[in-house]
Nanobody, 119 residues
Framework: QVQLVESGGGLVQAGGSLRLSCSASGSIFSINAMGWYRQAPGKQRELVAGITSAGSTNYADSVKGRFTLSRDNANNTVYLQMNSLKPEDTAVYYC?????????????WGQGTQVTVSS
């Protein structure tokens, strides 16, 4: 089992910045990728950014150039630095960890943190 604890959400004006943190505990040795998803009211949950155990990152087109995903292996924490925020970035942001194997993957989710960007 993997436990994920998020922090860093809040209210910010358009153009501002926030940094989200996600700390993993438990069976962290089994994690092979982590990332952030978001879900706005009335919309499906979507991938924002992900990072593999090898350090490769990928981003949604809508956040490329504005968001940066990084990790601190020593503290089992990933960070999502969000700059130049837009009202359309408003959503609940969820940390995700993928563990297990290709045949038997396991997915874990944090409790979610609200990000609200005012215009």
């Amino acid at each position: 089992q993997v436990q994920l604890v998020e922090s860093g959400g809040g209210l910010v004006q358009a153009g501002g910045s926030l940094r989200l943190s996600c700390s993993a505990s438990g069976s962290i040795f089994s994690i092979n990728a982590m990332g952030w998803y978001r879900q706005a009211p009335g919309k499906q949950r979507e991938l924002v950014a992900g990072i593999t155990s090898a350090g490769s990152t990928n981003y949604a087109d809508s956040v490329k150039g504005r968001f940066t995903l990084s990790r601190d292996n020593a503290n089992n924490t990933v960070y999502l630095q969000m700059n130049s925020l837009k009202p359309e970035d408003t959503a609940v942001y969820y940390c995700n960890a993928k563990a297990g194997t290709r045949s038997y993957p396991a997915y874990y989710w944090g409790q979610g943190t609200q990000v609200t960007v005012s215009s």
